[in-house]
């Protein structure tokens, strides 16, 4: 899949989307031809469960249709994590900078996030 300019011309060539603590998920399509990964937690406060004082334009926990690669898991509020805090609080793992574990998932399982091919960081 490649990203191209107004006049035709690829600017990008696009390896893997990311889509982490996606809102509406079931209203999503995954693109084919495309490495896809899905982050979503079942208490998100935004993305999967609306909390009685912030209605979240009825967005529930689901998964992207077509998603390669779908981690599920809870990151806030169980044992020996950050306690969930709500709305008004840390949304339950929806900020983007509670998603940090994606870094650490080791290569070969779902959800790792690979360096990029065309332009490979220093490590």
Known sequence: MTYKDANGNQLYK??????ITPHQPGDINA?????SVQYSHPNDAVSSKAPL?????KSKFGKIKGVDEFDDRQIIGGEGQPK????L???????VTDNMFIFSIPE???????????NPQPK
Request: proline share 8%; glycine share 18%; hydrophobic share 25%.
């Open 14 to 19: 696009i390896e893997v989307i990311y889509n």
């Open 31 to 35: 693109p084919e031809g495309v490495r």
């Open 53 to 57: 004082l912030m209605p979240n334009g």
């Open 84 to 87: 969930a805090t709500g709305a």
């Open 89 to 95: 609080g840390n949304r339950n793992g929806h900020n």
């Open 108 to 118: 070969g399982q779902d959800g790792y996030v690979a360096p990029r091919q065309d």
